[in-house]
């Protein structure tokens, strides 16, 4: 039997496509042009890890989140404060930890928050690794009353990359004046009135 086009007798893949649209059909193809195909299953499990976000939307029809939070044993999120005034709190992770939040950041698409915690540390929420992207990092703040400061440090950096979900409870004049600073503005209400975490992912 002679060898196909392409000079390709055998392929052996790791895995095969979680997505049920076109699962299957790429080996078939394969098959059709009368090469081999081969599932090695002693790598599939690494082929899962390395493809785990796609998989898992494959899987349950919604994006792979991952949590980070830093937490001493007594439940403590920061060190106390020196006393002096201005001076923030101190940190309880390592420079080792911090650049790893970093590269964790860098590995996903979008990145949330409530805005209790904007407020306090006025942050970015950026990638700082300084590596390419293959696509913005999408900066989500939860924020039922749209409390979202216009002079904050996401809204003066924002460029079409910010994303705000709200309630109904919140000032229309204060969602024209983020939307016109650049912000996307969206509204996710569960039945507290407050905004609906699990609709955020859906």
Known sequence: CA???SGIAKVVSAMEDPNPEVRGRGFAKLRAAGITVELD????????????????????????????????LDGKIAAPDDGVPGQPTGWITSEV????VQTVRHRADAILTGIGTVIADDCRMTDRTGLERSRPLLRIVADSQLRLPLESNLVTSCKDDVLVITTSAASPDRRKRLEAAGVRVEVAEGADGRVHLPGIVD
């Open 3 to 5: 060898l196909p086009i």
């Open 97 to 100: 930890a911090r650049a790893h």
């Open 41 to 72: 299953a002693a790598y599939t499990e690494q082929a899962h890890a390395l493809n785990e976000p796609f998989v898992h939307f494959m899987t349950y029809g919604r994006p792979l989140v991952t949590l980070k939070a830093a937490v001493t």
